[in-house]
């Protein structure tokens, strides 16, 4: 009801600059995605270090990567190919699942494929959040073959390193980003993934399924 | 207890009941009518719902739909349409369970406390509070009238039929043609606002009409947010920023060989308007004549006209209030909000009445229970503006009261001019949030 | 852990604060942030249910330019140490909203 309320509310402030000046934007195919990540320049780590503060990045992400509260991302360890796909994606729109992403639009729209390149190499080379010891659930060791949907394991590894099929390093984020990302995947919202992977595979998914596997990848099972 | 359809429908039953005030449904509730439902006046009503669960409020609203006037000039280059300036009242209704209605106050009793509306219901009141807004002294400006200003030289300062005009005019003016925009003296409302109209419109001939030019002609010399707006201009349009505002700019401002896309003319170079001559669309300004293409006059301003006629405004014409419940010093138990208010170091805002409303909300409920108001309260304005899409920046304060008046805190209160690049761009997207979250919480 | 002693302090110290000054105070924050410090798909945050220690923190950090900011280095240096704490409390002690 309130959502309902809110959105007849208010169209004209949705509307944003940024999201105006994306132009037509093209799902990523393994091809163009390769291409893209094999022509990265060579990150400086240094220079990532420099950019993280400049381009306030830091300020919702943190300093060495991890957030000062539960509301953004922890990057730090974060593969060096995830953090410039995401850039890139930021920055062509291919990203922008809610008025969130338009803080992320602006700043990519600032960088350089180099910048970009040095903050991923800056991200990787921290020491990534470690997940506790802790029994996992079914859906991460073995998916659910009815509902076609694959171990999360199997791409994300059962310590949520990562690092399988381009797939992102998710270990200790919050539960509220792990919620927050495979919801905006269900809804359809977030849509960048290769082969609509994660999209596919939250469809399927229960809400309680969803804080399960929040809960486990966050460590706070 | 009976619900209030069953009331209404024993009420008809009854037919010697010939005019039910509105306000009266359970005559030992107590009674807060406000008149106009923008945003002083709607969150003003929200935030007492919270506070007084039993309290009786009623809006009387001329408009059954509120467009806002921040952000309106965003109409002018097409980024959003009129439509998107819409803001209903079903939140207002249906989940603060308060009676807006759509009718005119024309009349007030201040002995019997009971607003009368043009359909001919009259409304008691144990508080009435009054958030008119502004009205436009269009012929403060010799030669302009309303009348001009609806047909050949748009103010478009509260957004409607003259902004779609004004927008109209801009789109479709010849290629090199010239914008002048005849800025207000204080006080008015939205003190950025000619000056993000300007830059919004330069930034719009940059694509369309990249030979055409925009002067802003100013009766003061000095604005809010000035050296910020200067700055952008600078990087933006070509614009060559005054020796007297060079202080503390950033190394890589630039001297434009050429005239720049925009031009300010301050009150001591000649901008002080003197009139308006709408046979040949031109301004006579103390530094000489003006022509232009399109004019866009912003005249001087005072209190909305309800405020006028029911005797609440001073001789220049706003409100003078108690700053600590907003009560006029001039007729008791009535309140007024907003632009029309006397709020001293606080700038006639959207944001301001926002906070000024809350504010009155926690004071009027104390003062229906028989309590005392807290005497310390604070209010904020925050204001963000673009001197381009993506060129964004803001004015920021607090305030409190300092012996009986409204007065600013020791604070920075603007972006550094040294702001990066980042923090720029991300200034231009919190606009856009700040706009619709603040909005969110006036209405819904 | 001369820190975490400094915010407790000024945890401490809001007893005196009065509760409505607390919230009338917190008004001021919900333009931006939303009604009871819940903003929905927004490129603003919710700040209701935040931990007090981390409000506080944050808020100090604006002040400082140790975390960078836009507007919020300005209002946080508008506002008492007392202030702060007292905001921090309120919000802490509001529902969080829906996550999204």
């Known amino acids: ?221 | 207890m009976i619900s209030r359809r069953e009331f209404l429908s024993l009420a008809a039953a009854f037919s010697a009941i010939a005019v039910l005030p509105a306000g009266s449904f359970a005559a030992n509730k107590a009674k807060v009518v406000v008149i106009g439902g923008g945003v002083g006046g709607s969150t003003f009503a929200k935030y007492l719902r919270r506070k007084a669960p039993d309290v009786d409020i009623t809006i009387i609203e001329q408009n059954p739909i509120y467009i806002r006037p921040y952000g309106s000039s965003e109409v002018l280059t097409g980024h959003i349409d009129m439509s998107d300036l819409e803001v209903n009242y079903d939140a207002l209704r249906n989940k603060y369970d308060v009676n807006v209605v759509i009718d005119r106050a024309i009349g007030l009793d201040a002995n019997r406390q009971i607003i009368k509306t043009a359909s001919g219901t009259e409304y008691a009141y144990d508080r009435l509070v009054v958030s008119p807004g502004i009205e436009l002294n269009y012929e403060k400006v010799e030669g302009y009238s309303k009348e001009l200003a609806e047909t050949k030289a748009p103010s478009g300062w509260i957004p409607g039929p003259q902004t779609s005009l004004l927008r109209d005019q801009i789109q479709n003016m010849r290629q090199g043609g010239t914008m002048l925009i005849v800025a207000p003296p204080n006080p008015y409302r939205c003190p950025p606002g000619p000056y993000e109209r300007g830059a919004l419109v330069a930034e719009w001939m940059q694509k369309h009409n990249p030979t055409g030019k925009v002067i802003i002609t100013d009766p003061k010399n000095k604005f809010t947010a000035g050296s910020n707006f200067l700055l952008g201009w600078n990087r933006l349009y070509g614009y060559n920023i005054p020796m007297e505002f060079m202080d503390g700019m950033p190394d890589d401002v630039v001297e434009h060989s050429t005239p720049g896309m925009i031009d300010w003319i301050p009150g001591k170079d000649g901008g002080t308007p003197l009139s308006f001559d709408a046979s040949n669309m031109s301004v006579e300004t103390e530094g000489g004549k003006i022509e232009a293409d399109v004019i866009n006059i912003v005249p001087p301003m005072k209190a909305g006209k309800i405020a006028q006629q029911f005797g609440l405004t001073n001789e220049l014409g706003w409100c003078p209030v108690d700053r600590v419940t907003f009560e006029s010093q001039k007729i008791a138990n009535v309140h007024v909000l907003g632009d029309a208010s006397i709020a001293d170091a606080m700038p006639k805002s959207g944001f301001a009445a926002n906070t000024q409303a809350k504010v009155a909300a926690y004071a009027i409920a104390h003062l229906l229970a028989g309590e005392t108001p807290e005497q310390n309260p604070a209010f904020e304005n925050t204001c963000y503006a673009l001197a381009g899409s993506d060129y964004g920046f803001f004015v920021s304060a607090v305030y409190e009261l300092r012996e009986g008046k409204i007065a600013k805190r020791e604070a920075p209160g603007l972006q550094d001019l040294n702001a990066t690049q980042a923090q720029r761009r991300l200034s231009a997207v919190y606009q856009q949030a700040w706009m619709k979250s603040f909005t969110e919480d006036s209405f819904a | 852990m001369k820190k975490v002693m400094i915010l407790s302090a000024l945890l401490l110290s809001t007893s005196a604060f009065a509760d409505e000054r607390a919230e009338i105070m917190a008004n001021n924050c919900t333009g931006c942030h939303g009604t009871d410090g819940v903003v929905e798909d927004s490129a603003l945050i919710s700040i209701a249910g935040l931990n007090a220690e981390i409000f506080i923190e944050t808020m100090k950090n604006f002040q400082s330019n140790e975390r960078s900011s836009t507007i919020m280095h300005n209002v946080a240096l508008a506002l008492s140490d007392e202030e702060i704490a007292a905001m921090a409390k309120y919000f802490e002690a509001l529902p969080k909203g829906e996550e999204k």
């Open chain 1, 1 to 221: 009801m309130k959502t309902l309320i809110l959105s007849s509310l208010l169209v004209a402030a949705t509307t944003s600059y940024a999201s105006e000046q994306v132009s037509e934007v093209t799902e990523w195919t393994s091809h163009s995605l390769r291409l893209a990540t094999s022509s990265r320049p060579a990150g400086d780590i240094t220079r990532g270090k420099e950019l993280n503060d400049s381009m306030m990045c830091s300020s919702c992400h943190g300093k060495e990567g991890l957030p000062p509260t539960n509301r953004w991302p922890a990057v730090a360890g974060q593969l060096e190919s995830y953090t410039y796909k995401m850039l890139l994606d930021y920055q062509s729109g291919a990203r922008n699942e809610d008025n969130r992403a338009n803080i992320m639009t602006a700043v990519a729209d600032l960088m350089s494929e180099q910048d970009m390149s040095d903050i991923a190499a800056y991200y990787a080379s921290l020491t990534a959040p470690t997940l506790a010891q802790q029994s996992a659930p079914a859906l991460v060791t073995k998916g659910d073959k009815d509902r076609l949907i694959t171990a999360c394991a199997s791409c994300h590894g059962l310590s949520g390193q990562g690092g399988i099929k381009g797939t992102p390093a998710i270990a200790g984020q919050t539960a509220e980003t792990l919620k927050r990302a495979l919801e905006m995947y269900r809804s359809g919202d977030r849509d960048s993934d290769l082969y609509s992977v994660m999209r596919q595979a939250s469809q399927r998914l229960t809400n309680s399924e969803i804080d399960t596997l929040a809960n486990y990848y966050s460590g706070t099972n």
